[in-house]
Nanobody
Framework: QVQLVESGGGLVQAGGSLRLSCAASGSIFSINAMGWYRQAPGKQRELVAAITSNGRTKYADSVKGRFTISRDNAKNTVALQMNSLKPEDTAVYYC??????????????WGQGTQVTVSS
């Protein structure tokens, strides 16, 4: 009933930019927050950035000043603008949404993941 679809991943050189997008669709009643997590091989999945329904944001220290998260509440989408990319940013990026559907209360939903590779 609810799914998140990411797009925008790819291969870029260090210093380049990418913009990730995520669209939530289905029987959505409301979205409390949306965000992006990433997981590199052999490492734990970590929060990159998140944004609440009222626009409050949170960023990992490693991406502050380089990444910007935004959302369009009317379209149930969230984007992550990634500038000045570093090889350390290489990971699979997952869209996350804490939302309420018409069938269950607040619950986390995840996208399938999109690969971001930054070459040195």
């Amino acid at each position: 009933q609810v799914q998140l679809v990411e797009s925008g991943g790819g291969l870029v050189q260090a210093g380049g930019s990418l913009r990730l997008s995520c669209a939530a669709s289905g029987s959505i009643f409301s979205i409390n927050a949306m965000g992006w997590y990433r997981q590199a091989p052999g490492k734990q999945r970590e929060l990159v950035a998140a944004i609440t329904s009222n626009g409050r944001t949170k960023y990992a220290d490693s991406v502050k000043g380089r990444f910007t998260i935004s959302r369009d509440n009317a379209k149930n989408t969230v984007a992550l603008q990634m500038n000045s990319l570093k090889p350390e940013d290489t990971a699979v990026y997952y869209c996350n949404a804490d939302l309420e559907s018409y069938y269950r209360a607040g619950h986390d939903y995840w996208g399938q993941g999109t690969q971001v590779t930054v070459s040195s």
